[in-house]
């Protein structure tokens, strides 16, 4: 399994970025696919989430809701996040990541970043004021 993040980048608040994940070594059925992100001195947080299940769902964290939007091809085996209307305290570095294991989320949360067992190298996004 390996994935590959890109798309970060510096971006004023009020703007937008796409970041995307290419995955390699597996297909999508099966799989939780996540975002998550660190700020520098804070711990990993979950953005957002697709599993790739018979009951397939999306998962956004409340921070996120209404402004990030994630979605899959599995025709390219990418997923991607819309983030609009950034802020400065979406500035960190976001990671892809996946896990055949788990479902996005247990009890209406996110998943710990140590349930996945595969990650990305992370994409810088800043946003600044």
């Known amino acids: 399994v390996q994935l590959v993040e890109s798309g970060g980048g510096l971006v004023q608040a009020g703007g937008s970025l796409r970041l995307s994940c290419a995955a390699s070594?597996?297909?999508?059925?099966?799989?939780?696919i996540a975002w998550f992100r660190q700020a520098p001195g804070k711990e990993r947080e979950g953005v957002s989430c697709i599993y790739h299940g018979v009951d397939k769902y999306t998962y956004y964290a409340h921070t996120v809701k209404g402004r990030f939007t994630m979605s899959s091809d599995w025709t390219k085996n990418t997923v991607y996040l819309q983030m609009n209307v950034l802020k400065p305290e979406d500035t960190a570095v976001y990671y892809c990541a996946a896990d055949d294991g788990v479902y996005c989320t247990v009890n209406g949360e996110l998943h710990s970043h140590s349930e996945f067992g595969s990650w990305g190298q992370g994409t810088q996004v800043t946003v600044s004021s």
């Open positions: 070594g597996f297909t999508f059925a099966g799989y939780a």
